[in-house]
């Protein structure tokens, strides 16, 4: 398996680009989902899926899109891009096993900078 | 709505001393908490996990945790940093469908 993949790792845009960061995973897991990290924040949920087809909006969803139309690719679209898109983005899969516990798996970022 | 507090944003501690990291929770249920270590531009990777029974959880690279309901906290701690500990530290609480993270701690680990 090669886990979680995102393409690319890094990107340099104008304000007012557009462009899809890619996410994958061949792991057939249900849960995708996108963060973004900034300088001490941690991680914040934009988007998440819990299966093809759903899709749901997180803490900061403002100025990205997604779409789940397989269960392996969940990209991350910005539409208009801005210089407080400015951050690193991981893409996360999880699996939830029988008796609760679950098993998370992080792609290795991709590190955007709008200028 | 859930979240995760960890209270110190940056610790110092020599290498070979112990060091703990603090991480409170509030969430309604039975929380799933986990410890991520991110060293300077990597990824993050899995240190523990608690899902229920034994409140103390072991780790990897020498790292434990231990679950108190009470406090709503789950400490790490390790008995002897080593200088490639240096990183930050990410507290986790998960429910059905996101993670949701705490701000992070940095360790410095001075010789």
């Known amino acids: 398996n090669a886990g979680v993949t995102q393409t690319p790792k890094f990107q340099v845009l104008k304000t007012g680009q557009s462009m899809t960061l890619q996410c994958a995973q061949d792991?057939?897991?249900?849960?995708m989902s996108w963060y973004r990290q900034d300088p001490g924040m941690g991680l914040r949920l934009i988007h998440y899926?819990?299966?093809?087809?759903?899709?749901d909006q997180g803490e900061v969803p403002n100025g990205y899109n997604v779409s789940r139309s397989t269960t392996e690719d969940f990209p991350l679209r910005l539409l208009s891009a801005a210089p407080s898109q400015t951050s690193v983005y991981f893409c996360?899969?999880?699996?939830?096993?029988?008796?609760?516990?679950?098993?998370?798996?992080f792609g290795p970022g991709t590190r955007l900078l709008v200028l | 709505a859930q979240s995760v507090t960890q209270p110190d944003i940056h610790i110092t501690v020599s290498e070979g001393a112990s060091l703990e990291l603090r991480c409170n929770y509030s969430?309604?249920?039975?929380?799933?908490l986990f410890w991520y270590v991110q060293s300077p531009g990597q990824g993050l990777q899995l240190l523990l996990k608690?899902?229920?029974?034994?409140?103390l959880v072991q780790g990897i690279k020498g790292f434990e945790a231990e679950f108190k309901r009470s406090q709503s906290s789950f400490n790490l701690r390790k008995p002897s940093v080593h200088w490639s500990d240096a990183a930050e530290y990410f507290c986790?609480?998960?429910?059905?469908?996101?993670?949701?993270f705490g701000a992070g701690t940095t360790v410095t680990v001075r010789a």
């Open positions: 996360a899969s999880r699996k939830r096993l029988a008796g609760g516990q679950e098993t998370q798996y």
């Open positions: 792991m057939n897991h249900e849960y």
């Open positions: 899926s819990v299966g093809a087809g759903i899709t």
């Open positions: 969430y309604g249920a039975t929380p799933y």
């Open positions: 608690y899902f229920s029974g034994d409140t």
């Open positions: 986790v609480c998960s429910n059905d469908y996101k993670l949701s």
